[in-house]
């Protein structure tokens, strides 16, 4: 009787495991159908049900590679940032210049030169397609890692010295644990970015070419055009069950395990743990597989003990070997010093030749841009001024409702177990998706789409604070709650002087992402296909669009240069010194 309890309740882990490995396998399987495929510019979407779930699973496929270029993206060039001062000067303005440029920016760039790279196969057009989800992802990533780089505490770095830590040890033990939280977060928060662009990304237009890949951004971009409205309603269900899907399988997880790297000690009580957790352990897949691992590995050790000797010997093997290399290799760089100049002079000549392509490269776009004439201009920057507008409004409103919410989930336990999942599904659903519902309500109350665009921003934006500051949240110690508990303060001083103090650093980094969110959302939100016609908001975003569509390249870069100068100008001169306040004067020690 006992063992018919037991076999029925491993029964489910054991059958979810196999069907998440067979879709795993079949999902790899038919991306790489789709690589080597002929190429085909344009792929027929079928909008009929059952093509759906192979569309929805190859868009998850591009959004999971992008995600893994994004990560290892984020902690390398990240930790570059933050621990070298010569490679944060070059690496932050860089990260500024590439965030401010529009996914759809680096469309004609990416499609025109990869497919001319790859002209018989598909490749060209999924590498397109996965590198500008990768631009939709990787910037809320990497400057919030670099952001927690920033502000560990200095007590911690003092004792990583004390304890004699190298530069690797340092990174696994002290930095990767205390940037943890905020990056699982923020990663799932850029996922939501990448899904964002989602339509764009797989349903491409470059002037009187068209460009599509099948996927479920493609599926719904087509039925937005036929006005197809049962197919844009099963490619949103399609789309929120794949939001919960990974939600349940991946995120919640991942969320439950980083709380141990909180720097209280109330991070366990934060979240229960997840049912799939729960299900991966008692899984007798998973146990034999961890049994088989284990077995080979024995028998990998009783190779080598056989082959190098006792353990002991094998580690003194290696340090007599470690010390001989070193000795060696220092003799070598002093026998060798006019060799060591010479690489030196490389690298002189190699920046020289970085910095005359740089300038070749300025020279060009000068030439390009002097061709647009003074009324162009005029427009233009009048066109900027109603995007910056918009930008600043999407802004305003998000941090007006995300500041508070996200305050008041992230302090209490019970909140953050009921509020995570809900915030989850949320965030990561392609707001471009709602539009056409979301303007059928604001046409419905009489609201122009000149006003209605902003609020079309504030969709893929808001999430960018609320996660930043429930992050912030998380992170107020215990103890300090508790002392205000004792001195009785009331709700507006522990407000005052706990709560938005703590989350300041978290918010900045919100704001900036945020910001620069907003600039990337206007071109989708200003611009929009609607029931069978066009509609336009004037601003920037609409002006990029149209000068995509028109093919014309001049009018293009004039409308780009402005929008990437104009947000340099706004992370130089507001948000970087917003950054320099929270980072001083709001630092957590």
Request: charged share 15%; proline share 4%.
């Amino acid at each position: 009787m006992v063992r018919k309890v037991i076999s029925r309740r491993f029964a489910l882990p054991d059958l979810l495991i196999v069907l998440l490995v067979a879709t795993a396998i079949y999902g790899v399987v038919s991306i790489a159908k789709e690589w080597s495929a002929e190429f085909q510019p344009v792929t027929e979407i079928d909008l009929s049900v059952s093509a759906l779930p192979y569309y929805t699973l190859l868009s998850a496929i591009r959004g999971f590679v992008a995600y893994f270029i994004s990560l290892v993206f984020t902690i390398i060039i990240g930790y570059l940032a933050a621990k070298s001062r010569a490679a944060e000067q070059m690496i932050i303005p860089a990260l500024d210049i590439l965030q401010s440029i529009p996914v759809l920016g680096f469309l004609p760039g990416l499609v025109l030169g990869l497919v001319s790279l790859f002209p018989k196969t598909n490749i060209g057009l999924e590498l397109a397609a996965i590198l500008m989800i990768f631009t939709g992802q990787v910037w809320n990533m990497t400057f919030s890692f670099y952001s927690s780089l920033k502000s560990i505490p200095s007590d911690f770095r003092e004792a990583s010295t004390i304890v004699g830590l190298n530069w690797s040890e340092r990174l696994k033990r002290v930095e990767l644990p205390f940037a943890a939280v905020n990056l699982a977060w923020n990663s799932l928060l850029s996922m939501a970015g990448g899904w964002f662009f989602l339509i764009p990304c797989e349903a491409m237009t470059l002037g009187s070419k068209e460009y599509r890949l099948p996927g479920i951004g493609s599926y719904m971009g087509v039925a937005i055009q036929q006005g197809n409205r049962n197919a844009m309603v099963l490619a949103v269900v399609a789309m929120i069950l794949l939001i919960i899907s990974m939600d349940f399988v991946i995120w919640r997880p991942v969320l439950a395990w980083v709380q141990r790297f909180r720097l209280d000690d109330a991070g366990e009580t934060a979240f229960v743990e997840p049912l799939m957790q729960v299900w991966i352990r008692e899984s007798k897949i998973v146990r034999w597989f961890k049994v088989f691992v284990r077995s080979t590995r024995g028998v990998r050790r009783l190779l080598q003990r056989k082959k190098m000797g006792s353990w002991s010997n094998r580690k003194r093997v290696w340090q007599n070997w470690d010390l001989r290399f070193f000795s060696n290799f220092k003799r070598w760089i002093l026998n060798h010093q006019d060799f060591i100049y010479s690489l030196r002079l490389f690298q002189i000549l190699g920046a020289g030749l970085l910095f005359l392509l740089i300038g070749y490269g300025t020279f060009q776009l000068l030439t390009i841009l002097l061709k647009v004439p003074p009324r162009t201009w005029l427009t233009l920057i009048e066109d900027m001024l109603w995007t910056l507008g918009r930008v600043m409004g999407a802004v305003l409103m998000s941090s007006i409702w995300a500041v508070p919410v996200g305050i008041w989930i992230g302090t209490s336990s019970k909140r953050i177990r009921i509020a995570q999942p809900i915030i989850q599904v949320f965030a990561s659903f392609p707001a471009p998706m709602l539009y056409p519902i979301v303007l059928s309500a604001f046409f419905f109350v009489g609201m122009k789409f000149e006003w209605a665009s902003m609020f079309l921003i504030l969709l893929g934006i808001q999430w960018y604070i609320l996660f930043n500051v429930l992050v912030g949240s998380l992170r107020i110690p215990q103890e300090l709650k508790y002392a205000m508990s004792l001195m009785k303060a009331s709700r507006w001083d522990r407000w005052r002087v706990l709560y938005l103090p703590s989350i300041f650093p978290a918010l900045a980094t919100g704001w900036i992402s945020a910001a620069g969110g907003a600039w990337n959302a206007s071109v989708v939100a200003e611009y929009i296909y609607y029931q069978g016609s066009v509609l336009k908001a004037r601003g920037l975003g609409s002006a990029l669009i149209e000068a995509t569509e028109k093919e014309d390249f001049v009018l293009f870069a004039a409308t780009l240069t402005l929008m990437v100068s104009v947000v340099i100008l706004l992370n130089r001169l507001v948000w970087s010194k917003i950054y320099h306040v929270a980072q001083t004067r709001y630092r957590m020690e």
